[in-house]
């Protein structure tokens, strides 16, 4: 493995400005890159009572037309104190040229999502083309998620069917760019 970041030829860029430049077709996506904190509420009719979580996302780029995508998140009670780790997740997002999204996800829970969408000037929609489960992954069937940006700030959507239910709202949650 490579002993310092200066010995790896192939950085990863959290802001732009560090590491070699973005692609050009990442260009529709450029507001993504960073670090990005805040706090949500859940719910799905399978569970006893809503949630509150916090989470964090990372979007970063290699100069290659994707980008590297990781987010995780902690339950949290009342007060806003962790309770337990949640939701983690990690893959890469694909722009084509036609500003189209390609997005590969794996969460440790056995579970693996294709998703397609496309980028508008301030939103982002993606939607499941294929899921993919281990034998003892939970049943997930399909999933919608949009993005939402203005200035420094992102609001995530997640819909999700499984377990037997048709897709519906899972997920809401209010992000704020953090400095790196």
Not at 62 to 83: K, M
Not at 143 to 172: I, S
């Amino acid at each position: 493995m490579f002993e310092s970041p200066q010995e790896n030829p192939y950085p990863d860029s959290h802001v732009l400005g560090e590491g070699p430049e973005p692609h050009p077709l990442l260009r529709p996506v450029l507001p993504l890159l960073g670090r990005w904190h805040g706090r949500g509420r859940g719910e799905y009719p399978t569970l006893e009572q809503d949630f509150r979580y916090e989470q964090e996302i990372t979007f970063s780029h290699d100069g290659r037309p994707f980008l590297r995508y990781e987010a995780r998140a902690w339950l949290i009670d009342a007060s806003g104190t962790p309770v337990r780790p949640a939701g983690r997740e990690a893959g890469w997002w694909r722009v084509t040229p036609d500003a189209s999204l390609e997005v590969v996800l794996a969460h440790p829970t056995g579970i693996v999502e294709t998703y397609v969408g496309r980028v508008s000037d301030t939103e982002i929609e993606i939607e499941t083309k294929d899921v993919a489960l281990t034998p003892l992954a939970k049943e997930v069937t399909g999933t919608r998620r949009r993005y939402a940006l203005q200035g420094a700030e992102m609001t995530v959507t997640h819909d999700m069917a499984a377990v037997g239910q048709p897709l519906r709202h899972h997920l809401t949650a209010h992000l704020r760019r953090r400095p790196s």
